[in-house]
């Protein structure tokens, strides 16, 4: 299976439920949070790539102009579109690396470690608007290794295969994480920051 069968088969939703997931994975999920009540100011238009069923946008909706979240398994964001019950959300099904540049963001954002499940690892980060405005990616550390084999083990995807950039599941789940050398290597120029011990949080 490939990631597009393994996210069909409704993996994101079981992997949200915080019964399955261990404590540094809970840490992230919550620092996640906090950065984007820091980072996210009133009035912004912010677009979150690969939004799952939209829980960041939901949540910072108050302080929102206009949110738009996109991800390309439907069932995720007809999810998200029965959960908005206002209209400055919009939730779009679409494979994030064929969308147009996205320029009319001031904020643009691919969170927990979404940017890591995509095979194609240029085609996002060239898409997202340009300076001035802001583009954030959260990604999983070198050391979130241990605590994702644990998460992904009683999510029912043991993992068959590591190597210093990927895990693979025998679910066919494929998950990345990133080294700021490797980082850097893919984005150029960029500001990296720790994020709870197990990740990065990268602006460019
Ligand atoms: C790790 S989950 C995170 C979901 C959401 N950001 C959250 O934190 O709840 C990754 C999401 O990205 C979506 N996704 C992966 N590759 C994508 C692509 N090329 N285009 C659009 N969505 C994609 C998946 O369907 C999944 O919902």
Redesign the pocket.
């Known amino acids: 299976m490939s ?2 069968d393994v ?1 069909a088969a409704g993996l ?1 939703n079981r ?2 439920d915080p019964a399955t997931q261990p404590p540094e994975i809970q840490a992230f999920f919550r620092a ?1 949070l906090d950065l984007l009540h820091e980072v996210i100011m009133e009035g912004m238009r912010v677009i ?6 939209g ?2 946008l939901l949540l910072l909706r108050d302080r929102l102009r206009i949110g738009v979240g ?4 439907h069932s ?1 964001i007809a999810e998200a579109d029965r959960r908005v019950g206002r209209r400055h959300l919009h939730f779009i099904t ?4 064929a969308i147009p540049v996205l320029a009319a963001f001031d904020f643009a954002m ?5 940017w890591g ?2 095979s ?1 690892k240029t085609s ?1 980060p060239r898409r997202l608007a340009p300076k001035p405005h802001t583009r954030l990616l959260s990604v999983y550390s070198e050391a979130s290794v241990p605590s994702r084999r644990e998460w992904y083990r009683r999510l029912g995807h043991t993992v068959l295969e590591e190597s210093h950039a990927c895990l693979v599941t025998e679910g066919g789940f494929r998950s990345e994480h990133f080294s700021e050398a490797r980082l850097r290597s893919l984005l150029g120029d960029c500001t990296i920051r720790p994020l709870a011990d197990i990740a990065y949080v990268v602006t460019f």
């Open positions: 990631n597009d996210y994101l992997a949200l996640e979150d790539v690969g939004c799952g069923t829980r960041h996109v991800d390309y398994e995720y679409a494979d994030a690396t691919c969170l927990t470690n979404t499940t995509m194609d996002v």
